[in-house]
Structure formats: structure tokens, C-alpha cells
């Protein structure tokens, strides 16, 4: 995945099998959600997450995983990185979103965090 367009490592997941639907952990890639997950840094992601306004999210935009800040504004959808670097994405609705972190993971316990 190019550094221009960070994103996260795609999971092999059977959409059909009891393991789409258990959480699992991604590593992050690129800084586009940086300061608050940092570039390698461990989430967990939950499917069956409850998707509002403010949560991270994984969703899929051109067929490809982004991790990104969902958000609503006027009826609008939007994933938002962390990093003003980045450029929004408005999406027509939340269905392109395939789960929900949960968690952020690490060896030392002050990074640890969990959302939602």
C-alpha cells in the first residue's frame, strides 16, 4: 500500500465463515491517522461494532481497507484522517464501513486505549 494513501494490512477473512464476525487485530500503516495512532501501532477492530459519529472505523473504499475517523455532518458521511495532511473522503452511507475500532494495542500499558 503506497505511503500516500496510508492504510491498514488487509486481514484474511472468510465473509461467509464465524471469523468475519470476531474481532481482529490490523497493524497500521502510514501517519495519516497520526498523533493518536502512530504508524505500526496495533488496533483492534471489532465487525459488528457499533458505527456512529466520531468513531475509527475500517471501511472499504475502492475495494481497498482505510482506516479512517467516521464522521456525519448535514446528512453527509465522511471518514476523516487524524493528520490535516490527508484529504477527507465523503461516502454515500455507512455501509462501506466493515468494522469499528476497538481498541488500541501496545507492549507498554500508558498506550493502551480503548474507544467507543
Not at 487485530?25 to 471489532?46: N, Q
Not at 475502492?62 to 458521511?77: G, L, T
Not at 484529504?87 to 493502551?112: M, N
Request: glycine residues 6%; hydrophobic residues 35%; charged residues 20%.
Amino acid at each position: 500500500m503506497s505511503s500516500s494513501n496510508p492504510q491498514i494490512q488487509n486481514p484474511i477473512l472468510d465473509d461467509t465463515g464465524c471469523a468475519a464476525h470476531e474481532p481482529y487485530a490490523l497493524r497500521v500503516l502510514g501517519d495519516s491517522m497520526e498523533p493518536e495512532f502512530a504508524d505500526g501501532c496495533i488496533v483492534i477492530v471489532d465487525p459488528a461494532g457499533h458505527v456512529q459519529s466520531g468513531a475509527y472505523v475500517v471501511a472499504k473504499v475502492n475495494d481497498e481497507p482505510i482506516f479512517r475517523q467516521y464522521w456525519v455532518e448535514d446528512e453527509r458521511h465522511w471518514l476523516r484522517p487524524i493528520n490535516s495532511g490527508y484529504p477527507s473522503l465523503e461516502i454515500s452511507d455507512p455501509s462501506s464501513i466493515i468494522g469499528v475500532i476497538t481498541q488500541r494495542a501496545g507492549t507498554r500499558r500508558s498506550y493502551r486505549r480503548h474507544y467507543v
